[in-house]
């Protein structure tokens, strides 16, 4: 960790300062708080929707215009091409500018194309009408022109499976899809300038919290308000409130997981590699738990899990990879919580818990002076992907470097 001269920047009312003033932006553009986009989500989209149903520059879904990329800008090394099979390219310009995007684009573009296979079992590929524009032909700020947006039908052009095609877009894990017209569907990402994402670590949709009163639950149904088990500032179990999540995106699919196995007793947790975990060298009592991040645990390292509400150190038997669905990180109160019994950190990717946890201090200041306000920055409702807060802290992270990122890892 560095704590440059920027560090007043996480003084908690600095940040909810600017918090507040974050919220008057965005939270006003608020949909309505009865959208359903988390049920409805796995709809056929209908003609003009928009998932989610924010403006597309909208920070929750593909955020700004950063600016046209040209064949000369520097920022064009940063595009790449993509050459799937599974995608027809119409390329009517007859230049390949169509298979020119960001890397994220393509990385959605490929999931999508394999969703269009198996959905209509090899008849129907995914067609790309249009990705990356150099000929100015959309409006003033439009994604296209950076590559981060495209248009798509299916290969046989038949109208009829768009609404289909709009439901796999989003379950690609595009971060805006909207079903523009009759004749196509324009989807779009954000800008991650191929940088790490921060904060954005997590568990699978389906691993297991335990609410207050004991009831067990998947975690993708935990509601922000409804106490986890976790634990308190003394080190003993107890039921800290969920806040916000930080990333909520159940639909994400094959994303990779390290899975740890502990024994005695046994347990297994899934969880990103980038994610932080209470971990010990030996189950002394008197040894302190530490933190590091999930793929760094090893085989006789120790993990903290719930037996029976006791807090024990259980010894790591096994430490794998596999591929799950789902990524789910919600933000307690305490900053951590158990997850399928294991008791984790809500942050990942920064190598400090305590820094993490300092720099989310505004929202615990917010609940507790202001809860008004965090209700407003409740937006699991339509919520996919990263909570805004979060970006924001990247935001400022990005510009003043205050906190060390995983990125070497
Ligand atoms: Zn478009």
Known sequence: ???????????????????????????????????LYRRNSRKPLYLKQRVPDVEEFSIKASGKSQGKITRNSSKFNTLVSCYSTDIVFKDEEGTGADRIMSK???EKLRILAKKVKEKWRGSTRLRVIEAWDEDGTHSA???????????????DLDKQ????????????????????????????????KGQKEPWKGCFTA????????????????VKPGQK?????????????????????DPWAQ???????????????????????????????????????????????????VDHEGILMASRVSTVDTGIRNGMIAPLTTHGNLFVDGVLASCYSEVT????????FSPVRFVKKFAPGLLKKMDISVEQRGLHWFARFLIWLNKLFGIADFASNF
């Open 104 to 106: 994220r684009l393509r």
């Open 254 to 304: 094959n994303k990779s997981f390290v899975i740890i196995e502990t024994e005695k007793p046994f347990k297994r947790l899934a969880l990103t590699k980038n994610h932080l975990i209470f971990y010990k060298t030996t189950n002394s009592s008197e040894s302190l738990a530490k933190v590091k991040l999930a793929g760094l645990v090893k085989i006789g390292e120790y993990l903290m």
């Open 1 to 35: 960790m560095k704590l440059g001269p920027y560090q007043f920047l996480f003084n908690p009312i600095f940040v909810t300062l600017l918090l507040f003033q974050f919220s008057l932006k965005f939270g006003h553009s608020c949909p309505s708080r009865g959208g």
């Open 206 to 221: 389906n691993a297991k919290v335990v609410l207050e009163g004991g009831k067990r639950i998947p975690i993708k149904n």
């Open 161 to 192: 499976k768009y609404p289909e095609l709009g439901r796999l877009a989003v379950e690609a894990g595009f971060d805006w899809v909207f079903y523009e017209s009759q004749e196509h569907i324009h989807a779009s990402v954000y800008d991650y």
């Open 352 to 359: 400090n818990h305590h820094l993490a946890h300092m720099a």
């Open 228 to 248: 986890v088990q976790s634990l308190d500032d003394q080190g003993k179990i107890a039921f800290s409130e969920v806040l916000l999540f930080l990333d909520f």
């Open 141 to 155: 700020h439009s994604l296209h022109y950076e590559g981060r947006a495209v248009d798509i039908t299916t290969s």
